[in-house]
């Protein structure tokens, strides 16, 4: 097999001297780089203004190249505040009042995908896999293809894939369908987004599903599947113990002592629920005086997008609202709601999610979610806490173990986080147990490894 080259929107750089990686995702696939040699290929995130962008930045690590590339101010607009974020983004997460479709946008996203195959060609090896992550980067196997590139891509979709109805509101969908086509394997979250996407094949005779996990559509036969993305679920229970000295989970758990801790991680995001998650704190916590003063709600949520007019609309409505729940209930040595909103490290976040005794996931959509995996796996065998998870995140595909609800439902939200800080101690651990099993075997190198090889293995594709 010849060399892996990803390629995504953001590249997860490892900073020099060897720090740890930023995510599980970051993890598994510097090892399935690390195992073959390959390049990652992504933006800088930084933007050469009205100037054409200049060559890629290539940083050199073992045998890991990071190929970076500036996009101009137009580029970054269009491409991924525009089409990508106003656009796609809304709508996978079945927003279409959010979307906001222009032309302009459309077209710069293209042109952005045209502009990174033409900075990724030189770069390719004829025996080269070349896996493409996300909804930034739809079309650029087509743009491969066209440039006579015959090596098997695949791509992988983070988000949730919508059914037809939803999908078919975006004025471009055809060119996006016929840009998955050109992939030799499209992956998605869970079954359900995948049967949403037969779906989508099916409703204006695209293509057709022709079992055993393929499909042909624009006259391409190419594989579909599911792969649910999973963490570094070993490691992260190792940060998790080891987070009991960190400074900042000392000063919180002491800062909590005698009182339940509940926690949510989110960026700042429409999608996650935010809103709703407090609405349903505030009413289960107005709802029995009992509680007061005796819970606190951990919510962390670093901004997000913030270019991006729905999200800086967002930022001021959580706050407001926080302040205002908080105005209204805390007493002179208690306040219920602790909004942080900035980024805190995961090795960090691990040992506050260890402290929680509910971990609190409620997005209204979400591809998978990665922070009830975490939760999850932070937590004390002996002790484990409860994760309230809406069965909207992809991940309550696979955590039966949560309390699985309906974040549109606020008050069946509120009585969750009450049943959840009742469980009785047998109740939790064989909740947990069932879930950190599962995690264990369905870690992030399981989901590469398991991908890699049904694009390495598709010898069917066209
Ligand atoms: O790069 P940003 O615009 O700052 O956004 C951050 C990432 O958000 C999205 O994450 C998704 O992927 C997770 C891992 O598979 C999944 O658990 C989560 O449900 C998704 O929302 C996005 O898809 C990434 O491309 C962004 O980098
Ligand atoms: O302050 C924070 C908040 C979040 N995260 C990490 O960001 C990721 C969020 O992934 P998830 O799948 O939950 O949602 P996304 O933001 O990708 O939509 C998780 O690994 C979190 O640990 C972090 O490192 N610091």
């Avoid at 919510?299 to 270019?307: A, G, L």
């Amino acid at each position: 097999m010849g060399r892996l080259i990803i390629v995504s929107n953001r590249v997860p750089v490892p900073e020099k001297g060897g720090a740890a990686p930023a995510g599980g995702l970051a993890v598994a696939l510097k090892i399935a780089l690390e195992a073959q040699g390959g390049v990652w290929m992504g933006w800088s995130g930084n933007s050469s203004g009205d100037a054409e962008p200049g060559p890629l930045t290539m940083d050199e690590q073992g045998k890991i190249t990071y190929a970076l590339t500036d996009l101009t101010d137009t580029d970054v607009e269009e491409y991924y505040h525009g089409f990508a974020n106003r656009v796609l983004w809304p709508i996978c997460h079945y927003r279409l009042d959010l979307a906001e479709y222009g032309r302009k946008e459309m077209a710069g996203y293209f042109r952005v995908n045209r502009f990174f195959a033409h900075r990724l060609a030189p770069l390719i090896q004829p025996d080269d896999i070349i896996w493409v992550h996300d909804y930034h980067l739809i079309p650029l196997a087509a743009e491969l293809r066209q440039m006579g590139f015959k090596n098997k891509i695949g791509f992988f979709l983070h988000i949730p894939w919508p059914p037809a109805d939803v999908i078919f509101t975006m004025p471009v969908h055809e060119e996006i369908m016929r840009g998955l086509s050109h992939y030799d394997l499209v992956g998605f979250q869970t079954d359900h987004d995948l049967e949403n996407f037969a779906g989508c094949l099916r409703r204006e005779g695209i293509g057709d599903e022709l079992g055993e996990g393929l499909f042909s559509a624009h006259g391409r036969t190419f594989k579909g599947g599911y792969y649910s993305i999973g963490i570094e679920t070993a490691a992260f229970a190792e940060f998790a113990t080891k987070a009991a000295t960190n400074v900042m989970v000392r000063k919180a758990r002491q800062s909590v002592e005698g009182r339940d801790l509940i926690i949510g991680v989110d960026r700042l995001d429409y999608s996650k629920g935010i809103t709703q998650r407090i609405d349903a704190f505030e009413r289960f916590i107005t709802a029995d005086a009992a509680h007061q003063g005796k819970v606190t709600y951990l919510q962390i949520t670093p901004k997000s997008r913030s270019e991006v007019p729905e999200y800086e609309q967002m930022q001021r409505m959580v706050a407001e609202q926080a302040g205002r729940v908080n105005g209204a209930i805390s007493t002179v040595d208690w306040v219920p709601i602790r909004y942080i909103n900035r980024s805190i490290p995961r090795t960090v976040l691990a040992g506050l999610y260890r402290l929680a005794k509910i971990g609190l996931v409620t997005p209204l959509r979400d591809g998978m979610n990665l922070v009830a995996k975490e939760y999850v796996a932070a937590q004390d065998p002996e002790n484990p806490g409860v994760l309230v998870l809406s069965r909207f995140a992809g991940a309550a595909r696979e955590l039966y173990g949560a309390i699985i609800v309906n974040p549109y439902d606020v008050e069946a939200t509120a009585n969750a986080i009450a049943r959840a800080l009742e469980m009785p101690l047998e109740e939790r651990r064989q909740r947990w147990q069932g879930m950190m099993t599962h995690l264990l075997e369905h870690d992030v190198v399981r989901w590469c490894d398991d991908f890699l090889k049904d694009l390495t293995e598709q010898d069917e594709a066209a």
